[in-house]
């Protein structure tokens, strides 16, 4: 019997000319500030910045969100460091392995971009985010008071974490070995 029915396959791309709009909308589902596309046209055109879509495909008939686009990175790398800013999943796809996916990618490009060391500030109230950071070896080195502004006026500290890229991709690599092998 025919099946149109095939195992869902993440794909994840560099960013490309066209998908300034498309990468806005991922930013707005994912924030409570979004990033307009001339934000992020100026990350982008930054030296040594970078973005990355995920996008979905396959398992029946695929949505529209997967076609354009479940989850993004924005990165930049100066030197032998890097900066993730900004990480983000549409809460549908969410607790799939989506963010993971992404930022063993982004580690990865931006080792062979020379990188050694990625920082990122996350905010301290954002726990799913930390706990994702952490089982990528990223570590806690310090706290900025008042970093991120909230719609609402409020303001929130955040926690600069920092990860060495190469003993990082090598531990997360066999742990996940040792969680496939029986
Ligand atoms: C944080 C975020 C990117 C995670 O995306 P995701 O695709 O759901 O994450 P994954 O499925 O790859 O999760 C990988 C691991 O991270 C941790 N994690 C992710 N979401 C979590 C949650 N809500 N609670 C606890 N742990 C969580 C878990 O360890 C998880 O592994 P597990 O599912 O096997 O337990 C997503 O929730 C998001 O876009 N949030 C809003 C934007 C944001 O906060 N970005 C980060 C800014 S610094």
């Keep these: 019997m025919l099946s149109f029915k095939s195992e869902p396959q993440l ?5 490309g000319a066209f998908d300034l709009g498309r990468l806005a909308r991922l930013h707005k589902h994912c924030f409570e500030e979004g990033w307009s596309r001339a934000d992020l046209a100026h990350l982008l055109a930054l030296p040594g910045g970078f973005g990355l879509i995920a996008r979905q ?3 029946g008939f695929a949505s529209l969100d997967s076609l354009r686009g479940i989850g993004f990175a924005l990165l930049r790398v100066v030197r032998d460091e890097c900066e993730l800013l900004s990480l983000g999943v549409i809460p549908a796809h969410r607790r799939r392995g989506v963010a993971a996916a992404i930022l063993q990618t982004s580690m990865q490009n931006c080792l062979e971009a020379g990188a050694r060391t990625m920082f990122l500030e996350v905010a301290i109230d954002n726990l799913s985010a930390q706990t994702l950071y952490e089982r990528f070896h990223f570590s806690r080195v310090g706290t900025r ?4 502004a909230r719609p609402d006026g409020t303001r929130m500290h955040a926690y600069t974490m920092r990860a060495d890229l190469i003993d990082a991709l090598a531990s997360s690599a066999a742990e996940a070995a040792a ?4």
């Design 145 to 148: 008071p008042d970093y991120y």
């Design 57 to 59: 495909s396959g398992g």
């Design 179 to 182: 969680e496939a092998s029986p």
């Design 11 to 15: 794909t994840i791309k560099p960013v």
